[in-house]
């Protein structure tokens, strides 16, 4: 599958409330390596195997949530195409200087209909894995500290007008509809979760329906395997970090899963396994009857915080 205009998902900053616990967390408990600090009191994490500089930005706040969150794209150019794609279908942008986040390139900022600053850009400083490129072993000692997923994979967001972020990520944006979740109405319309790719990844940002715009449901970090994600339950346990939900399996992309809580109230996941769809494949559509088990496919359960607790 050739891979053009928007690649992935390549940072989200997020708010935090006490700076220095939540450096412990990351770093230590969940395993990821830090890469900078700046002038406005923020520090820039990646995941061990990721090459870029930076993946996740904590920002010291009174309230949990979520800035923004940046997709890179191809190059300069597609950044530019891409601008002028979203104000055609209406929406504004503005340009954030190069160098405002740390190592990265000039950045496409708009709102989306649902309420989230959305980003794109097309530079980020590649600082590497740790790891040669010529004849690398498969693994650093990066990865065995705390959880240490291997990337930052996607976000579910909570939003007002899902249909129209829809409509902006389908026709504007390059994405695919993996897969959907229809509401509880007779006719099972509109979708009230949508999970889009831009990628051969399940999903790489999915959005539920909610009243409040901006929100924060989870950052999901990608974790190699399975038995991964069950040592990842052991560390949680280990140090208390209060898990939400798992481990299990969602229905929704097949994914294996722990959802817990960081220092702040912000959920994060823990994920492996998934489907890889190519982006001719029909999406799959769980209806809100089977929802339970697209949440959680082993227990049935719609749990009560999935629909309610978000920062
Ligand atoms: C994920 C995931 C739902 C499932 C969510 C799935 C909304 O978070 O990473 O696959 O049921
Ligand atoms: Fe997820």
Redesign the pocket.
Known sequence: MAMTGVLRPGHAQLRVLDLEKSITFYRDILGLVETGRDDRGRVYFKCWDERDHSSLILSPSDSAGIDFIGFKVLDAATLDQLERDVRAFGIATERVPAGDLLETGERVRFRLPSGHLFELYAEKTKVGNGLPSVNPPPWSMDADRGMAPIRF??C?LYGPNVQANKDLFLKVLGFHLVER?LGPTEAGEPEI?I?LSCSHK??DI?F?EYEEPGKL??L?FRMPTWERVLRAGDIMGMNRVPIDIGPTR??????E?I?AWDPSGNRF?T?AG?YEPYPDGDPIT?TFEG?PH???YPQGKLHES?MTVVT
Request: proline share 0%.
């Open positions: 994979d996607h579910l979740i979760g999970f399940t999903h999915a539920v449901h989870h999901s969602h229905g929704v992309t097949r994914g899963t959802y996941e994920f998934g769980w929802f697209g949440l959680d999935f």
